[in-house]
């Protein structure tokens, strides 16, 4: 399987959070004040586990397959391109399970920014339909449509792993498709 920049993806969602949301930020044009005698964090820390989590999980998932895969790198958002460099030599189900990983990686990057968009970018994987968005309570992307809905009548769900594997097997099966086609 190809490398296609999922990793790219998820490394600049990364570095994103790293420098533009760890920080908590200070109301425009005023100084901070802080009304409480704690003080604040002076970093997110949900944001700094968040990355630390990420990081840690890769570096796991490389090692597995490829123990002496040597230092990872010190940038975080290189930890991607890192565990892609190393485990290149996987056979293509192997790939497929770090590239789910490094997708699904990206999308939690984009919702911990804010970023819920890139949920609506996946059909429903029962009905097909695009109409999911995320749901924060149950941290599940949910399906809109009224007549997709399980055995309790509840809208369905779907846990963020899942769209990932389903968006590397269906990109798979494109490029597979499309090398039979030359």
């Not at 969602?13 to 100084?31: C, D, F, I, T």
């Not at 790198?73 to 930890?79: F, K, N, Q, R």
């Not at 391109?81 to 789910?100: F, G, I, N, S």
Request: contains cysteine; glycine residues 4%; positive net charge.
């Amino acid at each position: 399987m190809s490398h296609t920049g999922d990793d790219d993806s998820a490394a600049h969602r990364l570095r994103l959070l790293q420098s533009e949301y760890l920080e908590p930020s200070r109301p425009y044009g005023e100084a901070h004040v802080s009304r409480t005698t704690t003080p604040s964090a002076p970093i997110r820390l949900g944001i700094a586990d968040h990355i630390h989590e990420s990081v840690n999980e890769v570096e796991q998932m490389t090692r597995s397959e490829v123990p002496d895969a040597g230092a990872r790198p010190e940038a975080v958002e290189l930890v991607y391109a890192w565990a892609v460099q190393k485990t290149r030599h996987l056979d293509a189900q192997r790939q497929m399970v770090r590239d789910t990983v490094i997708y699904r990686q990206s999308l939690e990057h984009a919702i911990a920014m804010g970023d819920h968009s890139v949920i609506r970018r996946h059909p429903c994987p029962n009905c097909r339909t695009w109409g999911l968005f995320w749901r924060a309570s149950v941290r599940k992307a949910v399906c809109v449509n009224r007549y997709c809905v399980d055995d309790a009548g509840r809208a369905r769900s779907w846990e963020l792993a899942y769209l990932a594997h389903r968006h590397i097997t269906a990109r798979a099966a494109r490029t597979h498709r499309d090398a039979r086609a030359t």
